[in-house]
């Protein structure tokens, strides 16, 4: 008997409604919708009830506005896609995190449109509601800030407008003239300005700004002349900047509250710079920054505190995870981890994941960083990991394991695979359960490009070389181990061969198998 009373099938979506506290709605469903009281709730959140009614399951939605009721369907999709019978439950879910979403912010390759539309629909289905578009290698937002898109790039960046906007997810449109504005020309700043109209024309409606990487202190003879030549001038400089693209710009013509990256973005101390930046940025302007350093282990309350107190302003994370342009031979497969639990009278509003190169590859990432964004304090990296598997692998869930596993570690300089690596030093001292352990790991792992044989499609494309190398890793590996159990003596000629095999190609567990595999080659009689 279970221990909970479940709907037979699929529910039915009996009725839908954005009801709001004090309404007096007619008729049976529409009372039932304010019956769930949904009029507290965050934006994005709703109030799902589904129960069986003669024999079928229904399923009554209520929200506070549209971004609600979309958010909600999105759960009784899912819900109704996983085929199994489904408890009968009334809840109310609104996330923690106003701005939850992603930022194409890495160096290397841009995404294809392709990879961003599908990326996209990834989003809304885990209710994540922001896409910031800032590739470091598009020209036209970087290098050739000042140019205009040519009509057909135009066109592409229109037709991702138009896409996040009918999945309910706020396209950002990132400028970074740091590298050459001056900014207190006026001649740039009205360069600036018709840059942002032509994305206007298109429907974008929020900007960022973005000043990072680079100087810290002002080039330009105009600049230092204006504004100073140490590094609170830069800071007043760049909030200048922002403040007359708020005022001139986005508040005539009614767009959304602006965005901006500092270019001192990471750390939590008060620093000249962030007092002058706080002097002139506009006072409801987003400062994204990426944590206590660029690439992070850990964000906790007392860094967000910390940093909220040196910009003076309500904080994105820009979350440079599973980011991997800084070393393009790994991957970052598995969940967020330690990440703040309590937010709650925090200035931080949102965060900003800064994605692979390989977009296919990371949703198994992204999928546990929508788990944290809706609600921080119930998160589970473990549980979000093993929804996050079948949901981006489907049907390949199984064969995809191992290297998703093996990939599965965070933060960059973090111990790989612990169990495998508590194995290699017993089976170099021949324990038997060791290199039973060691053998049954090493076959799944060798086993990987025979186990997606035939399969196609961007997840396994994107994945193959690490499939390969893992494989050709522990085939190495596992021919040792073989060597080890039988403690068969091995000539030079064999030895080198090996010893050449066990190098590095794509980096699946760094050198871990490599180093194994020489330690066992030492040990073993010449012949």
């Not at 009554?60 to 549209?66: K, P």
């Amino acid at each position: 008997m279970p221990a909970f009373a479940t709907v037979d099938g699929p529910p039915v979506l009996l009725a839908e409604g954005a009801v709001r506290r004090g309404s007096d709605p007619d008729g049976d469903v529409w009372r039932e919708l304010a019956d769930l009281d949904p009029g507290t709730l965050r934006e994005d959140g709703y109030a799902l009830r589904i129960r069986e009614v003669d024999g079928r399951g229904e399923a009554v939605l209520a929200a506070t506005d549209g971004l609600g009721l979309f958010r909600g369907r999105t759960t009784l999709e899912v819900l109704r896609g996983t085929g199994a019978p489904l408890p009968q439950l009334s809840i109310r879910d609104e996330p923690a995190l106003a701005w939850r979403g992603t930022i194409e912010g890495f160096y290397g390759a841009p995404w294809s449109h392709a990879d961003r539309l599908a990326h996209l629909r990834f989003a809304a289905r885990n209710k994540l509601n922001s896409y910031s578009y800032a590739p470091k290698d598009d020209p036209y937002h970087r290098e050739r800030w000042r140019d205009p898109y040519p009509a057909d790039l135009l066109a592409q960046l229109g037709e991702l407008v138009d896409a996040a906007r009918e999945l309910a997810v706020k396209f950002t449109y990132t400028i970074h003239p740091g590298l050459s504005m001056v900014c207190s020309s006026p001649e740039d700043r009205e360069l600036l300005y018709r840059k942002a109209e032509q994305l206007w024309s298109i429907g974008v409606r929020s900007f960022a700004l973005l000043f990072d990487d680079i100087p810290k202190t002002l080039q330009h003879e105009a600049d230092i002349a204006a504004y100073g030549a140490d590094e609170r001038a830069t800071g007043v400089a760049h909030g200048d900047v922002c403040r007359d693209f708020a005022d001139r710009f986005l508040a005539p013509r009614g767009g959304d509250r602006l965005v901006m990256v500092p270019t001192d973005y990471a750390g939590t101390q008060e620093s000249p710079y962030r007092a002058g930046l706080a002097d002139t940025l506009p006072q409801d302007a987003l400062v994204w920054w990426t944590g206590h350093d660029i690439v992070v282990g850990e964000v906790t309350r007392e860094h967000i505190d910390a940093a909220a107190r040196a910009f003076d302003r309500d904080l994105l994370l820009w979350d440079n995870f599973p980011v991997n342009d800084f070393d393009a031979k790994r991957l970052f497969l598995g969940p967020l981890v330690g990440r703040a639990t309590e937010l709650t009278g925090s200035r931080l509003v949102g965060i900003s994941a800064n994605p692979m190169v390989q977009a296919s590859a990371s949703q198994f990432a992204l999928v546990t960083v929508a788990d944290w964004a809706w609600n921080p304090s119930a998160y589970d990296p473990t549980g979000s990991a093993r929804r996050a598997l079948p949901a981006v692998a489907g049907s390949l869930a199984g064969a995809l394991r191992p290297l998703v596993e093996a990939c599965s570690v965070w933060p960059p300089d973090a111990a790989r695979a612990p169990e495998l690596a508590s194995a290699l030093p017993r089976a170099l001292e021949g324990e038997t359960e060791a290199l039973a352990q060691l053998d049954a790991a090493l076959t799944e792992l060798a086993g990987l490009p025979e186990a997606v044989a035939g399969e196609a499609g961007p997840l396994v494309e994107e994945l193959r070389p690490w499939l390969t190398a893992a494989a050709s890793e522990a085939a190495v590996a596992r021919e040792a181990v073989a060597l080890l159990a039988e403690r068969r003596p091995l000539d030079a000629d064999a030895r080198t061969r090996l010893t050449a095999r066990a190098e590095v190609t794509h980096d699946v567990l760094g050198t871990m198998l490599g180093d194994f595999t020489r330690s066992a080659l030492d040990r073993l009689p010449p012949r």
